[in-house]
């Protein structure tokens, strides 16, 4: 019986295909979850991010995208998958064929038009899949369902084949050269964002509900750099006041609870947009009212919601810019929610606020990621740069 495509929720997978004998499967006798199939033991893995909402959307769409490729492709469990298979399958993710099969315009998954890619996926596209499918195999060896993990030996190769082909520049390039973090926006682009807020209509209720709430997404981003998935799941009980100070409590990454410190404007921005829900001027513990409303249903907007609200701001910023600013047009028009992350946290560092209570604010374990917004020297040093003038004889 043929494996029809379908998203990993709507899937029906015949008894032969379903894992129960992968030729990679551990003894059960170690097994550590309740899984009998391959589907329970990607759903187990799945469960494992259910708080962290953006890498949940990842992780599920490539478990998808891999055991759909199984199934249909190679025709066997996704617990049969070896070396080789991994192998094919990142040649695969390059170049999605047959095309008419697997590609198709973003659609609804519930949906006949639904496929799992729009087209081929880009080199750091093809990374990021391949890093959260190593993450499902190496949590599936852990958890005694799988016997081994054969991406981990393709790891192994392609990382010895970037070392021998860039070897020389990578023991000469510093992260603080290579890495630094450029998907945010600078001073003009962000001047643009807000005019293009306050130039929203808002001469119906629905214009002033969109107006509000965009003008405090901003203030949210740039003043406390939240991750799109968080703004998904707190509510606004996670604004709490102590000994007269306000912070914003959040639970990030892998679980890892942390507060933010609430500035004056932030805080002002907050009870203006309380006030205009209706609310209390600040929360009280038992405010389960979501941090960004729905202006349908006063549901939580979803990061990816918030996402194409974002993505509108920033295009019509793009066309505040003057002419010769194009290079920062395409920037916004590219721009997506994470970087307004990046710009409140690049913000920050550009305000004087001391690089440890930075790091604290992002919640970066390692200081060196913090470190990656710095761009002062860069600047001072193309400032320097601008001395230097081009002599030429005759009209320029």
């Given amino acids: 019986m043929p494996v029809p495509l379908r998203p990993l929720d709507e899937l029906t997978i015949p008894p032969e295909l379903d894992g129960r004998a992968g030729d990679n499967r551990a003894d059960p006798a170690r097994l550590q979850i309740a899984a009998v199939c391959d589907v329970d033991a990607i759903r187990c893995f799945l469960v494992e991010y259910d708080r962290s909402p953006g890498t949940l959307r990842i992780y599920q769409r490539e478990c998808e995208r891999l055991l759909l490729w ?5 025709g066997k469990p996704f617990s049969s998958l070896n070396r080789q298979d991994f192998e094919g399958y990142l040649n695969f993710l390059a170049d999605p064929q047959p095309a008419a099969l697997w590609c198709g315009p973003k659609a609804e998954r519930a949906t006949e038009r639904w496929r799992p890619f729009v087209g081929p996926l880009s080199e ?8 959260a499918i190593n993450s499902l195999m190496r949590y599936l060896v852990d958890a005694g369902y799988l016997l081994g993990n054969p991406l981990g030996l393709i790891r192994q190769r392609r ?54 709430r965009a003008r405090f997404l901003a203030a949210t981003l740039y003043m406390l750099a939240p991750r799109a998935g968080e703004l998904e799941t707190h509510r606004m009980n996670s604004f709490r006041e102590e000994r007269g100070l306000w912070w914003w409590h959040v639970v990030g990454k892998g679980g890892k609870k942390a507060k933010v410190p609430v500035a004056d404007d932030m805080l002002q921005a907050l009870i203006r947009y309380r006030k205009y829900l209706g609310l209390s001027a600040v929360p009280r513990r038992d405010d389960t009212t979501p941090i960004l409303v729905s202006v349908k249903d006063g549901s939580p907007i979803t990061a990816r919601r918030l996402n194409q609200i974002l993505k509108k701001i920033f295009s019509a910023a793009a066309d505040l810019l003057p002419p010769d600013a194009e290079h920062k047009k395409e920037k916004l028009r590219a721009a997506s929610a994470h970087w307004g992350r990046h710009t409140g946290i690049t913000a920050k560092l550009d305000s004087g606020i001391d690089e440890r209570f930075v790091q604290k604010d992002a919640r970066h374990t390692d200081a060196r990621t913090t470190q990656r917004y710095i761009h002062e020297e860069e600047e001072r040093w193309h400032d320097e740069a601008q001395k230097q003038r081009l002599p030429w004889v005759g009209k320029k």
């Fill in 70 to 74: 199984s199934l249909i492709d190679c």
């Fill in 124 to 131: 750091s596209a093809v990374l990021t899949a391949m890093a």
């Fill in 159 to 212: 990382r010895k084949m970037s070392a021998e082909a860039s070897g020389a520049l990578r023991a000469v390039a510093s992260t603080d050269e290579v890495d630094k973090i450029e998907r945010f926006l600078d001073q003009q682009m962000w001047a643009a964002v807000t005019s293009a807020i306050e130039a929203m209509p808002r001469d119906a209720e629905r214009g002033r509900d969109e107006y509000e």
